[in-house]
């Protein structure tokens, strides 16, 4: 026990004095602190760098899917989304011009889930603070019991997610990496990395850390075997090493509502309307966030028609449903200031076995549009992916760049059968909900009368990560077009057959131009 103690001292020393680690991270948000834990957890000696270790104050990255919290439990870190007032969330609900579908995340033994063992399901909810002791639903959106304060059985293998303050769960991630032994967590910035000066391996970071005598910025360096770049949305190293950039197309401007009372307590919302979509989901015993979708160059969140406050309250308000619009008008009326938005991105997933020393993973290396709320569960499948493909039995010296660049190949493919169902149902569902043209407004019809029919076990299973089977979704994707088509045909008349025959191949077309471009480029 001597000797162990002595050699974490031994490396600790070399952390803090030498700035010398295994594996150097750059973000401590919710990719690096993970993966930071992880090989930690492996007797792995880490660097973790964050710019800024204050409370994060976003938007996003507040909903984790079932197969996220499955995730996060495997590493070790399932106690992160405890103790930050989480509400449960167990499927969607999906609001189209008034209308509803609810899509409860499917009972477990229903769909073939993967990985059933792992699942956070409803009877956590009474460990947190939200379940209460009747058979009602409590107003405020939180999980209850049953009339004798035990987990309602119809629901007890239902899978669920979490919703949460953003900022609250980076906290507790970063104070998990905070206490590892083998983690020393620096606040400094990173600027640019350091090259070999005999090849074109990566050694490390140099960063911009605050002299405490000062008060200003030095330069400082940090070295690893391996740096791991998860510095976001933002990365100032995906140009370099990513080589593309993410395609915007809106922005989702945010609100907070306070004890808003929502059409289905404990789901998620998706309200669609006419080129209007609105997230709504409960992140605390008092507030829901709503994001709204605003299309750049929105002709009707102009200046000349008051903006985006103007679009919210002329264009979006009118279409929510009645029991929102008290909460969602006093939130868009506590101050004047523009809401607060963030870009909503799609970027494709690249390679990451072709630089030596360095891999750029995360938001930084592959983004989709957070309509599903999928970002954190692909994160974190990743961490567990990679963990397994660098863990020490594998690969002894992460100084061997051979052997990880042989990992890192794996790991691009590896991931697919999770991250491309992620991410293509984001790119598809947001193009059929927004319905920017008249084909898409009728693929979009075709897709809530399926959830109406009750076909919703295998979508959203495919949403919440707990079905991994890319076939299923094109499966789905197509059985919705052929749908939309027989809706459209009935409703123009099914004797027009020259009329609904062109109808019916030019919304076929456009479902594969939405469904297939985005797909190929996740198969690469």
């Known amino acids: 026990m001597a000797t162990r103690t002595e050699t974490r001292d031994e490396r600790e020393e070399r952390r803090v004095t030498y700035h010398e680690a295994d594996v150097v991270v750059v973000g401590a948000g919710v990719f690096g602190c993970a993966v930071a834990h992880a090989l930690a957890s492996q007797n792995r000696s880490v660097l973790l760098l964050e710019r800024w270790m204050k ?11 079932p197969a996220g919290m499955a995730s996060l439990r495997k590493l070790g870190l399932g106690h992160c989304a405890e103790g930050i007032d989480a509400a449960p969330c167990y499927g969607y609900n999906v609001i189209n011009y008034g209308e509803e579908a609810v899509i409860p995340f499917p009972k477990l033994d229903r769909v073939g889930a993967e990985h059933l063992a792992s699942y956070v399901l409803m009877s956590d909810a009474t460990q947190n603070g939200h379940a209460n002791g009747n058979g009602k639903s409590n107003g405020n959106g939180h999980a209850n019991g049953s009339a004798n304060g035990k987990p309602n059985r119809d629901r007890i293998r239902r899978p669920e997610g979490r919703a949460f303050h953003h900022g609250r769960f980076v906290n507790q991630l970063r104070k998990a990496c905070l206490a590892h032994p083998n983690i020393t967590v620096v606040e400094t910035e990173a600027v640019a990395t350091i090259k070999g000066e005999h090849g074109k391996e990566i050694l490390g970071v140099e960063a911009r850390t605050v002299d405490p005598d000062t008060g200003k910025k030095k330069p400082d360096f940090f070295f690893g075997q391996l740096t791991i770049v998860a510095d976001g949305y933002a990365s100032i190293f995906r140009k370099q090493y990513v080589g593309r950039a993410p395609e915007v197309r809106s922005k989702f401007y945010a609100l907070e509502l306070i004890d808003c009372p929502l059409p289905e307590q404990g789901y998620g919302h998706v309200c669609c309307g006419d080129q209007t979509v609105v997230l709504l989901y409960q992140i605390g015993t008092h507030e829901t966030r709503a994001l709204i979708d605003v299309p750049l160059n929105c002709p009707d969140a102009s200046p000349a028609k008051g903006g985006v406050r103007g679009y919210m309250a002329n264009v979006v308000l009118p279409q929510l ?16 200031k523009i809401p607060r938005s963030m870009p909503n991105s799609w970027l494709p997933p690249s390679r990451q076995d072709m630089n030596p020393g360095i891999v750029v993973l995360g938001d930084a290396m592959n983004m989709r549009h957070p309509l599903t709320g999928g970002g954190m569960t692909v994160a974190l499948n990743d961490v567990l992916i990679l963990s397994e493909l660098l863990a020490p039995s594998e690969i002894p010296n992460l100084g061997d760049s051979a052997a990880v660049s042989k990992a890192m190949a794996k790991f691009h493919w590896q991931r697919k059968s999770l991250t491309s169902i992620i991410n293509v149902l984001a790119m598809a569902l947001y193009s059929l909900f927004s319905a920017a043209d008249p084909n898409l407004a009728v693929l979009r019809k075709g897709c809530f009368a399926y959830f109406r029919k009750g076909v919703v076990d295998e979508p959203v299973g495919m949403l919440g990560g707990l079905i991994q089977r890319p076939l299923t979704l094109a499966y789905h994707f197509f059985t919705v ?17 020259p009329v609904n025959l062109w109808r019916g191949i030019s919304i ?17």
């Open 481 to 497: 077009a052929f749908l939309s088509v027989w809706i459209d045909w009935k409703e123009r008349g099914l004797w027009n057959i």
């Open 321 to 336: 449903p009645a029991v929102i619009q008290p909460s969602f008008r006093a939130a868009l009326e506590k101050d004047d």
């Open 55 to 65: 409370e994060p104050d976003r938007i996003v990255g507040e909903l984790m899917q």
């Open 508 to 524: 076929i077309w456009t479902a594969c131009v939405v469904f297939l471009p985005v797909m190929y480029r996740e198969a690469l």
